[in-house]
């Protein structure tokens, strides 16, 4: 199985951007990139997902780099309610989310 | 249009019972998938069911067993305890199976294996 290596933990200030950066460096072609988020005491949350182009909602921006071995979630403002964990996963689907540690990201005021 | 509900939220057991976690998808889905998160780590896929049948299984032991209903809503079995099989139960719905968008996750059931 592709693996993803994320940073451990990350600070951003209130109203910053923040880039949450992920490598994957053994992404298989029929991988999409995942991001999932978990506030405390939820369960996870989906952020976005993509395959080659970068892509945007309402939530945040994904940046894929053109050899698909990198990919940053972008959020545009940090607000509070940010602060989560923030999972990148590689699969072909939905079906069998392999989530690792994740990135904890602390949102100072 | 009502998300995904697990229950109960909380619950303690001893080891060797054995407990049954329920699951509402979301209305519309006929996908449901379990989860079981440890305590700072990730979840780890249990397995999936879709339309009633198990559809993908992740290296968990036979004593964890699920079971989907004609309404979609599901149940994780779970025999024989041990201490190790404490964690969060995440259950997640999605509306079919080999789909790339979104799982919608419940908030968990939390078990305590004493």
């Known amino acids: 199985d592709a693996k993803t290596t994320q940073p451990n933990s990350m600070e951003s200030n209130e109203e910053e951007p923040v880039h949450l950066p992920c490598n994957h460096s053994?992404?298989?072609?029929?991988?999409?990139i995942h991001w999932y988020r978990q506030l405390p005491s939820q369960g996870p949350e989906y952020v976005i997902h993509g395959l080659t182009s970068n892509v945007n909602n309402r939530m945040a921006s994904l940046a894929i780099a053109e050899d698909r071995k990198s990919s940053t979630l972008i959020l545009h403002r940090a607000t509070l309610r940010d602060a989560a964990v923030y999972y990148c996963?590689?699969?072909?689907?939905?079906?069998?989310?392999?989530f690792g540690a994740g990135t904890r990201l602390t949102v100072k005021p | 249009e009502t998300g995904v509900t697990q229950s109960p939220t909380h619950l303690i057991k001893t080891r060797g019972q054995q407990v049954t976690l329920r699951c509402s998808s979301q209305?519309?889905?006929?996908?449901v998938s379990w989860y079981q998160q440890a305590l700072g780590q990730g979840p780890q896929f249990i397995f999936q069911?879709?339309?009633?049948?198990?559809?993908g299984r992740g290296n968990f032991p036979p004593r964890f067993s699920g079971l989907q209903f004609p309404n979609y809503s599901s149940e994780l079995n779970v025999n024989a305890l041990e201490l190790d099989d404490s964690a969060l139960y995440l259950c997640?719905?999605?509306?079919?199976?080999?789909?790339?968008?979104?799982?919608?996750f419940g908030e968990g059931s939390r078990l305590t294996v004493l």
């Open positions: 996963i590689l699969s072909p689907n939905n079906n069998d989310m392999r």
């Open positions: 069911y879709y339309r009633e049948e198990e559809n």
């Open positions: 997640a719905s999605s509306p079919g199976t080999g789909l790339t968008g979104e799982l919608f």
């Open positions: 209305s519309g889905h006929n996908t």
């Open positions: 053994t992404i298989s072609g029929t991988d999409y």
